[in-house]
């Protein structure tokens, strides 16, 4: 992609003669469409996620604080990619887009212990308390063998393994961001949408007393 930007760069700057131009040759027009359809694809990946988790929770708002856990990810794996030299190539977005249904695996341990600890009863304060102490354990266990996994990759201790960085660096990034900030991002979203959701309730619940006395 960097070559993409230099070349309109040069092409901008450049005075051909006339009718002569330069323009990208069929590998960076390759290039240019495997982006296209891999932003495509992650856009699609987010669409069924959130489709699929609000047929799940019966709610639209649930899911929502699951789908806050996926910019942390991305976040995360565009620093990786930057500290460590890496293009953001087709490897590197595949990489991007296997951290959605990772990531989302943690806020969905969170967020579905929180609601079945509302639902037998227990204070929203205590039950995101409860969650974050009872589910970190499964969260580091499988973000930790995740990392593990990703380090020969990420090392280059393989042959081929060069063409792989990419995606082990991208994954590893945004599985410590998400991770790190999951366990704080989410309940604190959890708690903005629940009260969101009381409030509209109450609206609701002043508004047919109202309609009875009319």
């Known amino acids: 992609m960097n070559n993409l930007f230099f070349m309109k760069k040069?092409?901008?700057?450049?005075?051909t003669p006339k009718g002569?131009?330069?323009?990208?040759?069929?590998?960076?027009?390759?290039?240019?469409?495997?982006?296209?359809?891999?932003f495509q694809a992650l856009l699609l990946g987010i669409?069924?996620?959130?489709?699929?988790?609000?047929?799940?929770f019966e709610s639209f708002l649930d899911p929502l604080v699951i789908m806050f856990a996926l910019p942390l990810a991305i976040i995360g794996a565009m620093l990786a990619l930057f500290v460590t030299g890496s293009d953001l190539s087709v490897v590197g977005g595949i990489g991007i887009i296997m951290l959605l249904g990772l990531v989302t695996k943690n806020a969905i341990l969170l967020a579905?212990?929180?609601?079945?600890?509302?639902?037998?009863?227990?204070?929203?304060?205590?039950?995101?308390?409860?969650?974050?102490?009872?589910?970190?354990?499964?969260?580091?266990m499988t973000t930790l063998a995740m990392i593990f996994g990703m380090l020969p990759s990420a090392l280059a201790m393989g042959t081929g393994s060069e063409m792989r960085q990419p995606m082990a660096f991208a994954i590893i990034g945004g599985l410590i961001s998400s991770t790190l900030l999951t366990l704080l991002i989410v309940p604190i979203i959890y708690t903005v949408?629940?009260?969101?959701?009381d409030f509209v309730s109450r609206k609701k619940q002043l508004k047919v007393p109202a309609k009875a006395a009319n």
């Open 47 to 56: 669409l069924f996620i959130f489709l699929i988790l609000s047929a799940q």
């Open 112 to 140: 579905d212990f929180i609601k079945q600890q509302r639902s037998a009863g227990v204070e929203r304060k205590e039950a995101i308390l409860q969650a974050g102490l009872i589910r970190l354990r499964p969260i580091l």
């Open 10 to 15: 040069i092409n901008s700057e450049l005075k």
């Open 20 to 38: 002569i131009s330069i323009s990208a040759g069929e590998d960076q027009a390759m290039m240019v469409e495997s982006a296209q359809s891999m």
């Open 193 to 197: 949408l629940d009260d969101l959701r």
